[in-house]
């Protein structure tokens, strides 16, 4: 099946720093989404991508669509406290898709 | 704002017995669907449901996985024979339109098989 890899697989930051991570495909994904997952809750939606080389933020968080298809990234600015946990990046291989598939996801700890 | 409630948050069950999870989607949501995470591990699709059937499924989903709408408002994962490989979160989501943009999910149900 599909397998989207995520790196770093963690991550350990001080407050105030930028984090970048990403996602890579080894095939065609027609929608991004990056999602965020604290302990003991499900996964909640941060971002949406749905064309290639789309570039979209949401506060402090920046997120694009590769060109190629196959790969996104994302951008946290500027961390704080509240932004520890794991990031997922997800993928809709087709628009008449139902299901997404997640990526490895990347562990973020701030560091005080 | 708007959540899909699942209940319980965590069930301990034992090896053989049938277990049922339930979720309140989203009162107008139309799409449904069933993830599991195995601890530590990413999230992974089970099922989805859209105009009571469902619509696509996983190779996780055999024989022993069922998912039902019996009213207008639950929608409920039954394993049939609970395996030890059964223990995971099971997270139920929803959404209005189709996967598109991204899906509203649950806190989700620890499953505990022993």
């Known amino acids: 099946g599909q397998q989207l890899n995520q790196s770093p697989q963690s991550m350990f930051i001080q407050e105030g720093e930028d984090v970048s991570m990403n996602c890579t495909s080894s095939?065609?994904?027609?929608?991004w989404l990056w999602y965020k997952q604290e302990p003991g809750e499900g996964p909640v939606l941060l971002i949406a991508l749905y064309k290639a080389g789309e570039l979209t933020s949401n506060g402090r968080l920046t997120a694009q669509f590769g060109i190629t298809r196959k790969d996104s990234f994302l951008n946290i600015s500027a961390s704080i406290p509240s932004d520890v946990g794991i990031y997922f990046c997800?993928?809709?291989?087709?628009?008449?898709?139902?299901?997404?598939?997640f990526g490895t996801g990347t562990r973020l700890t701030i560091i005080p | 704002e708007p959540e899909v409630t699942q209940t319980p948050s965590h069930q301990v069950t034992q090896m053989g017995q049938e277990v049922i999870l339930r979720c309140v989607p989203i009162?107008?949501?139309?799409?449904f669907y069933w993830y599991r995470q195995i601890l530590g591990q990413k999230v992974e699709f089970l099922v989805s449901f859209y105009n009571n059937e469902i619509s696509e499924k996983s190779e996780i989903f055999d024989d022993q996985f069922s998912v039902e709408r019996p009213d207008g408002s639950n929608f409920t994962l039954k394993i049939r024979s609970t395996k030890l490989e059964d223990s995971a979160m099971y997270f139920c989501a929803s959404s209005l339109t189709r996967a598109f943009y991204g899906y509203t999910f649950g806190s989700g149900t620890r499953l505990t098989v022993v």
């Open positions: 009162s107008n949501h139309l799409y």
């Open positions: 095939s065609i994904f027609n929608t």
């Open positions: 997800a993928g809709q291989e087709n628009f008449g898709n139902e299901k997404l598939t």
